[in-house]
Nanobody
Framework: QVQLVESGGGLALAGGSLRLSCTAS????????MSWFRQAPGKEREFVAT????????NLADSVKGRFTISRDNAKNTVYLQMDSLKPEDTAVYYC?????????????????WGQGTQVTVSS
C-alpha cells in the first residue's frame, strides 16, 4: 500500500504562484509515473500534469502549459507542481496520483494510488 500526502495548497491572488508537494510513503514510487489531477466544484476530475519515473518524459494539460511545471525528486519520494500565473479558473482540489506503470496517463482510471487532495483557491 502506498500513501500519498499533498501539501502546499492555499489562497493566492490571480497572477500569483503556489507550489504543491506530494510525498509518498514508499520508495517504490520512484519506479512509477507520478501525476497531478484537479477537481473543481461541480466538475469532473481532470488531468493536470504527469511525469515519468525518471523525469525524462512529461505531459501537461493545454490549460496549464506555460504556467505550471511538474518535477520530482526520487531521493525524497516527492513530486512537485509549481503553479505560476495563477487564474481564478485554477481553483480546485488538487490530487496527486501514482501510476502502476513507469509512464503516466491522462486517464484517471489508470491510477491506483491517490492523495487526499489539497485545496487551491485563486481570487481575482
Amino acid at each position: 500500500q502506498v500513501q500519498l500526502v499533498e501539501s502546499g495548497g492555499g489562497l493566492a491572488l490571480a497572477g500569483g504562484s503556489l507550489r504543491l508537494s506530494c510525498t509518498a510513503s514508499r520508495r517504490t514510487v520512484s519506479n512509477n509515473a507520478m501525476s497531478w489531477f484537479r477537481q473543481a466544484p461541480g466538475k469532473e476530475r481532470e488531468f493536470v500534469a504527469t511525469m515519468s519515473w525518471n523525469g525524462a518524459s512529461m505531459n501537461l494539460a493545454d490549460s496549464v502549459k506555460g504556467r505550471f511545471t511538474i518535477s520530482r525528486d526520487n531521493a525524497k519520494n516527492t513530486v512537485y507542481l509549481q503553479m505560476d500565473s495563477l487564474k481564478p479558473e485554477d481553483t480546485a482540489v488538487y490530487y496527486c496520483a501514482a501510476s502502476l506503470s513507469a509512464y503516466g496517463s491522462t486517464d484517471s482510471t489508470r491510477y491506483r494510488y491517490w492523495g487526499q487532495g489539497t485545496q487551491v483557491t485563486v481570487s481575482s
